[in-house]
């Protein structure tokens, strides 16, 4: 698999979630993952896949598991492009993910930095 096959992998679970197709969008984005954590590590296209599986998985209430994606995001973000909208949203998703766990605080925190 190249990373064209995982950023249009990537691209159709993007899509898929947006029509509320959790699961096939997930399948979509963990292909993704894999192929670009293989080719790609520590890339702004792996950071972007880590994203979107973490918003399906807030989603799902899976809080556990979207705060493992957001953080792994977040870290690659902070190296290579901190000053970017990405790294803003990013912040945004991690303040949704604490205030879904009750960390209010924790969550104005990450909506300041956004």
Known sequence: DSLETANVCNNIGFILTGQGKLEVALTFLRRSQAIKEDKAPKSLG???????????????????GATVMIRASEQIRKLLAPQSEDMAATYN????ILKDQGNLNGALKYHYKA
């Open 93 to 96: 998703v991690c303040g949704l």
């Open 46 to 64: 792996l950071a972007t896949t880590y994203q979107n599986i973490a918003v399906i998985l807030r989603g799902r209430s899976d809080l556990r």
